[in-house]
């Protein structure tokens, strides 16, 4: 009997194990149930060379005990694995033992859920159009499966720069459910280093390392070319800490998406959002640099606290592109709101709180704060800011006339 209760108490504790559940609960509670397994099972061996009753009935409470602990066990476990099945197909939910690792095996295993799909719609679509007006790797991305990476604890600790690809989505289920905190002090981490072959970056650089990097077309393999598509953030709160450059957006993202998530900024980059160049890196191979050029982005609904200090340049978003549609923007501590050095068609309406601090301080020269920069703006375009100046610059503007935002008077403005 006794011996029947403890190899089902092992069996059990391997069940849970074989599940890889991510609850740290029922995995607390599979650590204790071990425990009690090898005590008891130390206890039974010494005992079985000894007659003594008044150990036998303290034992059999013992096990009377262990028998109770490993039924609710089981209870748990059917239990965690209804909780599993609340996500739908190609959601996959992170690890918050393992952040990075999980993150990095969602990545790899997503990807690979996604190939089947590429390569039938490559074929069925080349067979009947030919090859596609939008380049290899078109026809296969728009048929795969949006993989989506679920965040449901209450903090993620990621050491290392985070990858969004094509056809991925970061989500939680509860809005700001879920804090990721990324702190960019170990590899393989890319910074926001871009330069051309003469040194010059793409207007502003930090060398901050990155938080998350999303994506440009990259070539999984030699017949697996993942285009930048449908890459979303949602409902997260986000903490850079060392330094660290939140989010990067890699060349020419088509239809991102971030909406109801909080960026925190007070240890981190200058730059909360930054489009730019694909960053120089050997972990994955990326096609070569296209247009740099975001088309129909989507940032909804973001409250963004920046670094509370009057260093420049420095800016909330950095971006250019066609179709932009910025709405919902709440910004706290930002010298700049955000910066579109070009593009066309771009809507932005943003809410500054500019004030001291609550402890007093003025971290910021406040009437030098700007809400919002359209450089090469065009006439029907939309910037509109509550609580702080706006700047537009026509296209013939090539140098701040005044102190505001990110820029000092006299100085270059970026992009064209």
Same mark, same amino acid.
């Given at each position: 009997?006794l011996k029947? *209760?403890?190899?089902e108490?092992?069996?059990l504790?391997e069940?849970?194990t074989?599940t890889e559940?991510?609850n740290?609960?029922?995995?607390e509670?599979?650590e204790?149930?071990?425990?009690?397994?090898?005590?008891?099972?130390?206890?039974v061996?010494?005992? !079985?060379?000894?007659d003594?009753?008044n150990q036998l009935?303290?034992l059999?409470a013992?096990?009377?005990?262990?028998?109770r602990?490993?039924?609710?066990l089981?209870?748990?476990?059917e239990?965690a694995?209804?909780n599993k099945?609340w996500?739908?197909?190609c959601h996959?939910?992170?690890?918050?033992?393992?952040?990075?690792g999980s993150?990095?095996e969602?990545?790899r295993?997503g990807?690979a859920?996604?190939e089947?799909f590429?390569?039938? #719609?490559?074929?069925?679509w080349?067979a009947r159009?030919?090859?596609?007006?939008?380049?290899?790797g078109?026809y #296969?991305t728009?048929?795969m499966?949006?993989?989506?990476?679920v965040?449901?604890?209450?903090?993620?600790?990621?050491?290392?720069t985070?990858?969004l690809p094509?056809r991925?989505?970061?989500?939680s289920?509860?809005?700001?459910?879920s804090?990721?905190?990324?702190?960019?002090n170990?590899?393989p981490?890319?910074?926001d280093?871009?330069?051309n072959?003469s040194?010059?970056?793409y207007?502003l650089?930090?060398?901050a390392? *990155?938080g998350?990097y999303v !994506?440009?077309?990259?070539?999984v393999?030699d017949?697996?070319r993942?285009r930048?598509?449908?890459?979303? *953030?949602?409902?997260c709160?986000?903490?850079?800490?060392?330094g660290?450059?939140?989010i990067?957006?890699?060349?020419?993202?088509?239809?991102f998406?971030?909406r109801?998530?909080?960026?925190?900024?007070?240890? #981190?980059?200058?730059v909360?959002?930054?489009?730019?160049?694909p960053?120089?890196?050997?972990?994955i191979k990326?096609?070569?640099?296209?247009?740099?050029?975001l088309?129909?982005?989507?940032f909804?609904?973001?409250?963004?606290?920046?670094?509370?200090n009057?260093q420049r340049p420095q800016?909330?978003?950095f971006a250019a592109?066609?179709n932009?549609?910025?709405?919902g923007l709440?910004?706290y #501590?930002?010298l700049?709101g955000?910066y579109?050095?070009?593009?066309l068609?771009?809507?932005?309406?943003v809410?500054?709180h500019?004030?001291?601090?609550h402890?007093g301080?003025q971290?910021?020269?406040?009437? !030098?704060?700007?809400?919002v920069t359209?450089?090469?703006?065009?006439p029907g375009?939309?910037?509109?800011?509550v609580?702080?100046g706006?700047a537009?610059f026509p296209?013939?503007?090539?140098v701040?006339?005044?102190?505001?935002?990110?820029?000092?008077?006299?100085?270059?403005?970026y992009g064209?």
């Amino acid at each position: 009997m006794l011996k029947d *209760i403890l190899q089902e108490a092992h069996k059990l504790c391997e069940s849970v194990t074989n599940t890889e559940l991510s609850n740290k609960f029922l995995a607390e509670l599979v650590e204790t149930l071990e425990q009690k397994v090898e005590t008891l099972e130390t206890e039974v061996d010494q005992i !079985e060379t000894v007659d003594n009753s008044n150990q036998l009935i303290s034992l059999a409470a013992t096990v009377g005990k262990l028998t109770r602990d490993v039924s609710s066990l089981q209870v748990l476990l059917e239990a965690a694995k209804l909780n599993k099945s609340w996500l739908p197909p190609c959601h996959y939910e992170l690890n918050p033992t393992d952040p990075d690792g999980s993150w990095d095996e969602i990545i790899r295993k997503g990807q690979a859920v996604q190939e089947e799909f590429y390569h039938a #719609g490559e074929q069925y679509w080349q067979a009947r159009q030919g090859d596609s007006p939008s380049g290899r790797g078109w026809y #296969g991305t728009v048929s795969m499966p949006v993989i989506t990476i679920v965040a449901t604890a209450p903090v993620y600790n990621f050491h290392s720069t985070k990858r969004l690809p094509g056809r991925f989505r970061l989500w939680s289920p509860s809005r700001w459910g879920s804090t990721l905190r990324f702190h960019g002090n170990v590899g393989p981490t890319l910074h926001d280093n871009w330069t051309n072959d003469s040194g010059t970056p793409y207007g502003l650089k930090t060398d901050a390392p *990155i938080g998350l990097y999303v !994506e440009p077309t990259t070539d999984v393999s030699d017949t697996f070319r993942v285009r930048p598509f449908e890459q979303s *953030i949602e409902n997260c709160l986000i903490v850079a800490h060392n330094g660290v450059l939140p989010i990067y957006l890699a060349d020419n993202q088509d239809r991102f998406w971030i909406r109801d998530c909080n960026i925190q900024q007070h240890q #981190g980059a200058q730059v909360g959002i930054k489009h730019g160049p694909p960053i120089k890196t050997d972990i994955i191979k990326q096609a070569p640099m296209a247009n740099v050029y975001l088309a129909d982005p989507r940032f909804l609904d973001l409250q963004m606290e920046g670094p509370h200090n009057a260093q420049r340049p420095q800016t909330a978003i950095f971006a250019a592109g066609n179709n932009i549609h910025m709405r919902g923007l709440n910004l706290y #501590g930002w010298l700049q709101g955000p910066y579109l050095h070009g593009g066309l068609n771009r809507y932005v309406q943003v809410q500054v709180h500019k004030s001291n601090t609550h402890d007093g301080r003025q971290p910021l020269p406040l009437n !030098e704060v700007c809400g919002v920069t359209l450089n090469k703006y065009l006439p029907g375009e939309v910037a509109e800011c509550v609580g702080a100046g706006v700047a537009k610059f026509p296209p013939s503007a090539y140098v701040a006339p005044s102190t505001l935002g990110t820029h000092r008077k006299g100085e270059g403005l970026y992009g064209g």
